[in-house]
């Protein structure tokens, strides 16, 4: 039996953790950040590849590509959560379960962020618990893929 593979794909300014709003984001770094992940998706079996991107339109073709590659996507769409219809439509095209995740509480924040077009078409939203966010979307997924697969 082939492994689960997973995608992680982050949106823009996820780049620049450990240097912006630790507030918000805490001290981690992006190659801490998927170190972590990688480590996650080991200790489960599960290929996975990690990409980030500050572009709406490369998000969009990520999310197409790789939908036909894994058996699933864990997106951080960032401020494109509040504003990209374009990336919304391009989770509607996907045939595989796409899970939303959030290191902050958007919606303990500015109001602008409060708004979210993506939470009623993913399988789930996950935010708020900082880095252990990515951690319970791997878990979550996986435990999703496992079920569909027995």
Excluded: W
């Excluded at 992680?8 to 992006?30: A, M, Q, V």
Aim: charged content about 20%; glycine content about 6%; overall charge negative.
């Amino acid at each position: 039996m082939r492994s689960l593979s997973l995608a992680i794909i982050n949106g823009p300014n996820l780049n620049k953790l450990g240097k912006r709003e630790s507030n918000h984001y805490g001290s981690f770094t992006y190659n801490e950040l998927t170190d972590y992940c990688n480590q996650q998706a080991a200790s489960l079996g599960i290929e996975i590849d990690i990409y980030q991107n500050d572009i709406e339109g490369e998000l969009v073709q990520l999310i197409h590509e790789l939908s036909e590659k894994v058996d699933g996507i864990i997106l951080n769409a960032a401020a494109y959560t509040h504003t990209s219809v374009a990336i919304r439509d391009a989770v509607l095209t996907v045939n595989i379960p796409v899970v939303e995740v959030h290191i902050s509480n958007p919606y303990a924040r500015e109001e602008f962020r409060r708004k979210n077009l993506l939470s009623d078409i993913v399988i789930a939203s996950i935010s708020g618990f900082g880095i252990t966010s990515y951690k319970l979307a791997i878990d979550g997924i996986f435990s999703i893929l496992e079920d569909k697969n027995r």
